[in-house]
């Protein structure tokens, strides 16, 4: 068995801390870390795919898919429980995304932008045209029930947050285990140089389309996590603002390590809510100002601050 | 012609060039001669301007260069042949020949003539797309599209290499003549197999230091 | 001596220009065949015709009897056929042991698939990297990005990585070009050295004679998409056509002068 390199072990030192802080955590902010961390989730899969050299515009159909899917559970699986809408929500975005991707990892660049940007707006024309689900309304969703545990209570307050947090530290732990692995290897050297990957024997391709689904995944986590959370959901997950925010974070983030996308995923959320707070006619204005900072003055990310320069050879 | 006085040039913060001088008349073939690594495309890159030196003077014709930016450069005369040739693959080669041209906003037609002239074999690829060349069609391709803008100074970044013996030394004797109407010229090489007999002088860098070898040109 | 590859007629045009005009060649197993010619003959185009990267026209190719025509460069690396590049094909945000790393990784996640591999039970690809950073001289570049590297070392790289599959045969674009006068014999020594012991078949691409007079048994001569001349070196070297359009002038091929 492997010893825990380090980026594992600081990973599981932030698990610890933020649980054991929580009890300190006024409600607002343990909502607040709840839906940071789910949204975490959709920009780690696409800082996963900015590594393999694409940018998708349309991760709101996996995050739409895992809300509307863990807001369904009830209805179609007679389900109550938090844990299983949050697993349902990811299976089904990771099987549209199988399905999908077989056309999808076929592009790059802007081809690849705008497929993906134009599947989730198809979703997004198909939730607005069914009344069955509340059309532009939504629908409010809940559970009843966590891992079994009833949600009344204690466990009403922290479960989503505990269930938020092992997601995260699950799916960041796992991402960089795979990163390391030999399979992983071949996302950067597919970003770096597709035809020496073929040239190796290696189908580019399947690693594409592989990376595609664990994207999916996590956007479906993501939006279940989210959909519980704020207890409702409804068409705007899957409209193409909403993925140009997760793009958003995996910028402010960087590209460099799997914590990054939910530390800048809570700064957002901290920055939104304090310009809103406080210029509530131009709160976008703040947002945006800050961002052209963050890509002028820190172009690979708030994570860049705390990286050293790797060095080369005299 | 030019004159390179004192330059340092870094690459993120990794020293390349350290106190470089050198200079080049008018009617002189220089040889830039070192081995891989050693700063010749770095030297190069710095004089046509996509490198600025840390300190140190670049002049042109007396001009000095610091702050003109590179398409001012090559407007003042300057032809470079990168080592990596850098064709547009969607255009002909006519049409890469005449890159400069069209930037400049010129009729240089006469200038094409003359280039087709000494290069016969670029002449006979003037349609063929950039993309269905060879690695050294390529590179006659990038020579004259040097030629097309190196009125007063020529760049080549090792001209010879991946080339075919037989046309390495048409090359030679183009560039020859090309020194003795009056065109100062630079080329960098890894060896002196194929210049040796053209040089006027070598000057040699090794990590990024240049020393003068003696003057060598002879019959 | 059965012919480990052979082309029949081998034939790629694009619209009007000719590339390749119906090469026919039988390559014996463990030979050192030296490709010559001027620009445009044809050469690359052989290298990518045979490796898959483009799709012939017309004609065939034969990998040890098997019809290998129109495969994938994936299917035919995994079969045993590698190749280095005229400009190395390098992963430029990797650092140098990554990158042997990454074909080693690939032929251990998928060893079955490999007609050989370097990677043998017991060995981790890790160790075969190691291994080959050793025998390569590339253990100072070791954990430098390769965007880092000078040229010279960047081709090298470019050839160790081909070898991470022990293919039977390796073809090198212009192993040579872009490095320095005195290290152009180290790079040929440490190369075919490398893969003498496992009865390689190496073809490469060449515009250094004096580099394909010393290493190759056997020189094939392009001109216009067609093999003009076909034999020992020597013999090639004199052939009149093979003068007048690739090496040049009646003298012997120059010696070559070192820089210090």
């Not at chain 1, 492997?2 to 009890?23: N, Q």
């Not at chain 2, 996509?50 to 140190?56: S, T, Y």
Request: glycine share 10%; aromatic share 6%.
């Amino acid at each position: 068995m492997k010893p825990l390199d380090r980026t594992v072990r600081r990973l599981g030192i932030a698990l610890v801390a933020l649980l054991a802080i929580s009890p300190l955590l006024p409600d607002w902010a343990l909502f607040l870390v709840t839906v940071s961390l789910a949204k975490g989730l959709v920009a780690l899969g696409l800082v996963l795919l900015m590594r393999t050299g694409l940018v998708s515009f349309g991760q709101g159909l996996y995050y739409a898919l895992g809300a509307y899917t863990a807001g369904m559970a009830p209805r179609f699986f007679g389900a109550q429980d938090a844990l299983f809408m949050v697993l349902a929500g990811t299976a089904s975005a990771a099987m549209v995304c199988a399905v999908l991707g077989l056309l999808i990892a076929r592009y790059r660049a802007i081809f690849f932008a705008m497929l993906s940007l134009a599947f989730s707006m198809i979703l997004y024309g198909l939730l607005v045209k069914s009344p069955a689900l509340g059309s532009t309304d939504g629908f409010n969703a809940g559970a009843q029930t966590v891992a079994g545990l009833p949600l009344t209570g204690m466990v009403a307050r922290y479960a989503l947050y505990v269930l938020a947090l092992l997601c995260a530290f699950a799916s960041a732990a796992l991402l960089h285990r795979y990163l390391a692995s030999h399979l992983g290897r071949l996302t950067p050297a597919v970003r770096d140089n597709e035809l020496r990957v073929e040239y190796m024997g290696a189908s580019v391709r399947n690693v594409v389309h592989l990376n595609l689904v664990l994207a999916s995944a996590l956007a479906g986590a993501g939006g279940a996590i989210a959909a519980l959370a704020v207890g409702h959901v409804d068409p705007e997950t899957a409209y193409w603002t909403t993925s140009g925010e997760f793009v958003f974070v995996a910028i402010l983030s960087g590209t460099g390590n799997v914590a990054a996308p939910f530390v800048g995923a809570v700064l957002l959320e901290l920055l939104r809510n304090f310009a809103y707070a406080h210029a509530p006619n131009t709160w976008q204005l703040v947002v945006g100002g800050v961002m052209l900072l963050v890509i002028l003055f820190l172009p690979e990310g708030l994570w860049s601050l705390f990286r050293r320069r790797r060095p080369g050879t005299a | 012609m030019l004159n390179v006085a004192g330059i340092d040039v870094s690459i993120q913060s990794v020293r390349i060039l350290r106190d470089v001088s050198l200079s080049v008349r008018k009617g002189q073939l220089a040889g830039l001669i070192g081995r891989n690594g050693a700063g010749k495309t770095t030297l190069m890159r710095t004089i046509v301007g996509a490198l600025a030196p840390g300190r140190g003077q670049i002049e042109l014709d007396g001009r000095p260069l610091s702050g003109v930016p590179s398409h001012a450069r090559t407007r003042m005369g300057i032809g470079y042949m990168p080592e990596d040739r850098r064709i547009v693959p969607q255009l002909t080669v006519e049409e890469n020949v005449l890159l400069p041209a069209w930037a400049a906003g010129e009729d240089r037609r006469e200038r094409l003539a003359r280039i087709y002239a000494l290069i016969p074999e670029v002449a006979a690829l003037k349609d063929r797309k950039g993309l269905q060349l060879s690695g050294g069609q390529q590179k006659l391709t990038a020579l004259a599209r040097a030629l097309m803008c190196g009125t007063k100074l020529l760049l080549l970044d090792e001209p010879f290499e991946g080339v075919a013996p037989v046309l390495a030394q048409r090359l030679a004797e183009v560039v020859a003549l090309l020194r003795d109407e009056g065109l100062a010229v630079m080329l960098s090489e890894s060896d002196l197999s194929h210049s040796r007999r053209l040089l006027d002088v070598v000057f040699r860098i090794d990590r990024g230091e240049v020393t003068r070898a003696a003057e060598e040109r002879g019959p | 001596m059965a012919a480990i590859l052979e082309t029949t007629d081998l034939t790629k045009t694009f619209g009007a220009v000719t590339a390749a005009a119906g090469i026919s060649v039988a390559i014996g197993e463990d030979t050192v065949v030296g490709l010559i010619g001027g620009n445009g003959a044809g050469k690359t185009t052989f290298v990518n015709l045979v490796t898959g990267y483009l799709e012939p026209t017309l004609g065939t190719v034969r990998f040890a009897g098997t019809d290998i025509t129109g495969l994938t460069p994936r299917r035919i690396t995994r079969m045993g056929i590698c190749r280095s590049f005229q400009i190395p094909q390098v992963f430029e945000s990797l650092s140098t042991r990554d990158n042997l790393l990454v074909g080693l990784g690939i032929v251990s996640l998928a060893r079955r698939s490999f007609a050989r591999s370097t990677v043998v039970p017991g060995r981790t690809p890790e160790d075969a990297a190691d291994e080959m950073l050793t025998r390569f001289h590339l253990e100072k570049w070791r954990d430098a990005v390769a965007s880092v590297l000078p040229e010279g070392i960047r081709k090298l790289l470019d050839i160790a990585m081909a070898l991470a599959v022990k293919p039977r045969i390796l073809l090198l674009d212009e192993p040579t070009s872009g490095v320095s006068a005195d290290e152009k014999f180290e790079l040929m020594d440490l190369v075919l050295g490398a893969v003498r012991a496992d009865r390689v078949t190496v073809l490469f691409v060449e515009h250094d004679m004096e580099i394909v007079r010393r290493y190759t048994q056997r020189v094939l001569a392009f001109y216009e998409g067609r093999v003009i001349a076909d034999g020992v070196p020597a013999d090639v070297f004199d052939h009149p056509e093979v003068r007048r359009y690739v090496v040049g002038g009646g003298a012997v091929v120059p010696a070559r002068e070192r820089s210090c």
